[in-house]
């Protein structure tokens, strides 16, 4: 029986919430969030006349193989697209098919077959990395210089070998290199490990978005608990674990871990169930343990990566952009991928933008263009002021339509995931000098011996413990499912009688 064990969790995400889901009735369960709010990255702000969404953006995948969207179907919380059975099959590898404008910096709408040919062999290369999944020697570290030394090898027979068509397609290229960058949360797809790149999984159906805000699945998820099991506004300073903690008064029963909150408030507890961001954790661990983690554990936290993917929403009073568009591309075509880009992050950080989705319905949203940027340079306009970000956004769509007189957006709203004290950052990423093992060392609940007479007494979730599906909503919620599963077989399990 589970009764009397004293279960701990932090952070209140989609992992943490599905951990406390799934150990109701077990226990006693307290959720600690350092935030007001639950979800953590997933996160919906008002905007406009809609709604925002600062964090994870659409259900990858939705498909019945997928957690999130089986939840997410049976409260109810998604639109009649996406319940379509024929929406649900669609295999679209990670990136799914939008109608779409591609905007060149000469000011004029690039020639959509040119852009077509370009993204083909793009993708082309990206599939072909697959291969050398498990490899012993793959031919690069990086997928970024793999990807760049197969777009050499073509470069002479590229667009038939016109010098001015090359030229495009290498900046076509240069765009997918930066989109790739949000899609992988990385500064430069150079970070990104060739080898255990294969290893992500993508679902089939094709991506949706919650009408009702992503953050209707967390705020769901969280009614269902009993009242008074999430603490907010309670982030956690310390855990100390393997010790012979006491409770005031009560001197029967020990625990072995320690939760200590940063406004000296403490938790005695059995487990703990952690599932703070890998980007914590890196800056972090190294206090945040007492004793500090076994060293394999430390360097799994090291050689992951984990880097930033930041939103800029924009809102304007007349769309610029033709109802049917919904995703509007910017090409800067002096770029290519053979040749480094501009180091100057002040001058030209608005240059690694890869453009704008639309977002859908206008009725609901009013007429609202959500950027993506990546990297050092999205970590850069973190720090600029909502005017600067405004400025340059106008300076850049300007440009790219050629129209100097675009009316500036009405407001500007963005995300800073790099500078949020208990993220440092968005998503997980399998960086060169790591490997798929390294998720699962980071998964691995310590103590390490599975003999140990107090075990579990550390548990990890989180969207970067999971192997396939790491950088995900799904992959966070099975996570936290994991963990819990862990708890509740322990709690099932007979307990040994008591050695003299
Ligand atoms: C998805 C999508 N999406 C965009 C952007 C971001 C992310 N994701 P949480 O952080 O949620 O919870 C931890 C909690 O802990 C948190 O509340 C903290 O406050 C708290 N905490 C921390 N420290 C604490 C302390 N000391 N004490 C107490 N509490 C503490 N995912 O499925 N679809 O469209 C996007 C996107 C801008 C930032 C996303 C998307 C990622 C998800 O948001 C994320 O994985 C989960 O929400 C994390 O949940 P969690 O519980 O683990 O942590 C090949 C290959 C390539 C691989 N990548 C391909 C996939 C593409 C990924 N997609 C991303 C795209 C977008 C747009």
């Known amino acids: 029986e589970g009764s009397g064990r004293r279960v701990v969790a932090v952070g209140a995400g989609l992992a943490g919430l599905g951990a406390a889901q799934r150990l109701r009735g077990h226990g006693s369960l307290r959720l600690l969030e ?13 905007f406009a006349s809609g709604l925002a969404e600062m964090g994870a953006h659409w259900i990858h995948g939705p498909s019945p193989g997928n957690p999130v969207f089986c939840l997410a179907s049976r409260y109810g919380l998604l639109g009649p697209e996406a319940a379509r059975e ?19 910096s000469s000011g004029k709408v690039l020639n959509p077959k040119a852009v077509r040919e370009a993204r083909d062999l793009f993708y082309t290369l990206l599939a072909s990395t697959r291969a050398f999944q498990g490899s012993k020697e793959p031919p690069w570290p990086s997928v970024g210089q793999y990807v760049r030394a197969e777009i050499a090898r073509t470069v002479p027979t590229m667009a038939g070998g016109q010098e001015d068509a090359r030229q495009l397609q290498l900046a076509v290229l240069a765009a997918c290199l930066k989109l790739e960058c949000c899609i992988s949360g990385t ?3 150079d970070l990104v490990g060739l080898e255990p790149f294969g290893e992500y999984v993508s679902l089939p159906g094709l991506d949706c978005t919650f009408p009702g805000g992503y953050s209707s699945l967390a705020e769901r998820l969280l009614l269902d608990l009993p009242a008074g099991t999430v603490l907010f506004n309670k982030p956690v300073r310390t855990i100390q674990w393997q010790g012979s903690f006491r409770e ?9 871990v320690r939760v200590e909150c940063e406004d000296g408030d403490f938790f005695l507890a059995d487990h703990v169930v952690i599932t703070v961001p890998l980007g914590f954790l890196k800056e972090r661990h190294q206090e945040f343990f007492q004793p500090p983690l076994p060293e394999r554990k430390a360097q799994a936290i090291r050689n992951l990566g984990f880097g930033t993917n930041n939103k800029i929403f924009l809102e304007f009073e007349q769309p610029f952009w033709e109802p049917e568009q919904q995703l509007l591309e910017v090409v800067w075509e002096d770029e290519s991928p053979l040749e480094e880009p501009s180091g100057d992050l002040e001058t030209n950080w608005f240059r690694k933008l890869i453009g704008f989705v639309v977002l859908q319905p206008p009725e609901q949203h009013g007429h609202v263009l959500c950027g993506f940027i990546a990297g050092k340079e999205s970590e850069h306009m973190e720090t600029l002021s909502d005017a600067e970000v405004l400025s340059a956004m106008t300076r850049v769509l300007r440009t790219m339509t050629g129209n100097p007189e675009l009316p500036p957006p009405r407001s500007v709203l963005r995300s800073r995931w790099h500078s949020a004290p208990y993220t440092r ?4 990423y399998v960086a060169v000098g790591s490997s798929g093992d390294d998720i699962d060392v980071l998964a691995q609940p310590l103590p390490e011996d599975p003999r140990d007479p107090r075990p579990l007494q550390l548990l990890f979730a989180g969207e970067a413990t999971h192997r396939t599906f790491y950088s995900t909503t799904h992959g966070a919620l099975l996570s936290g499912w994991r963990e819990a599963d862990r708890l509740n077989q322990l709690f099932q399990a007979p307990v040994p009688a008591p050695q003299s």
């Open 248 to 256: 005031e008064g009560d001197d029967a029963r020990v625990f072995p």
């Open 86 to 104: 024929e929406n649900q099959q669609v295999e679209a590898g990670g990136h799914p098919p939008m109608p779409s404008v591609t905007y060149g």
């Open 187 to 189: 500064h430069s797809m």
């Open 425 to 428: 950052g968005s998503y997980s």
């Open 34 to 46: 350092a935030a007001g709010r639950a979800g953590g990255r997933v996160c919906t702000r008002p």
